[in-house]
């Protein structure tokens, strides 16, 4: 079954340094999203992009964020200087139709830790 | 506002039970209900989900209940198997389009 990955897994970075976490979705996916997960928190929205695009943006996703889909395959979160509280699981899904048309699939998840 | 919530973070249930998990929510305009689980180390995966003009949907093993009149919703396991053990997360959205608000999860525990 195709799958989202996520790259690299783990991101360990210094505050104030910029941070770009990597995410292939599934390849005839054209909905993209980008959410977190602090620690033993819910899964917060951030953004959700498609037509090369930002369709909708949460208050999470701040100037410090961007997305790009710099190629046929891949998506981007680039965050330009990291916070302590930017730690946190990032989850990039992908999906073949709009909010709840299909099923969300999600990646396993870059975990980024802002020391 | 948008708010979902969970009633308990945790349940444990012996291995062959039936498991019930449940959910509130307070935005009454909320159209569209999910469920996903996520196990240890993975993203979040879809189960099953339900529109507010029903009150009952089944799928394999699951089956997800909703009352609009308490704004609850439940996930109902049956014959639960050590594969269940994950977090499992309630999600709506406004509508068909939109984006998907997640609460806060539970976490399922299956006994022996």
């Known amino acids: 079954e195709p799958e989202v990955t996520q790259t690299p897994s783990h991101q360990v970075t210094q505050m104030g340094q910029e941070v770009i976490l990597r995410c292939v979705p599934i390849s005839n996916h054209l909905y993209f999203y980008w959410y977190r997960q602090i620690l033993g928190q819910k899964v917060e929205f951030l953004v959700s992009f498609y037509n090369n695009e930002i369709s909708e943006k949460s208050e999470i996703f701040d100037d410090q964020f961007s997305v790009e889909r710099p190629d046929g395959s891949n998506f981007t979160l680039k965050i330009r200087s990291t916070k302590l509280e930017d730690s946190a699981m990032y989850f990039c899904?992908?999906?073949?139709?709009?909010?709840?048309?299909?099923?969300?699939?999600f990646g396993n998840g870059t975990r980024l830790t802002v020391t | 506002g948008e708010s979902v919530g969970l009633h308990l973070p945790t349940l444990s249930v012996q291995e062959g039970d039936n498991s019930i998990i449940n959910c509130a929510y307070s935005?009454?305009?909320?159209?569209?209900f999910i469920w996903y689980k996520q196990e240890s180390g993975k993203g979040p995966q879809f189960i099953i989900d339900i529109r507010s003009n029903m009150d009952k949907r089944q799928g394999q093993r699951v089956t997800v209940l909703l009352n609009k009149t308490v704004k609850h919703l439940s996930l109902q396991i049956a014959a639960t198997q050590p594969g269940d053990s994950a977090v499992y997360f309630c999600?709506?959205?406004?509508?068909?389009?939109?984006?998907?608000?997640f609460g806060k999860g539970t976490r399922l525990h299956i006994l022996p």
């Open positions: 899904a992908s999906s073949d139709g709009p909010g709840v048309v299909s099923p969300l699939h």
């Open positions: 999600a709506e959205s406004m509508n068909r389009d939109d984006k998907i608000i």
């Open positions: 935005n009454s305009a909320s159209d569209y």
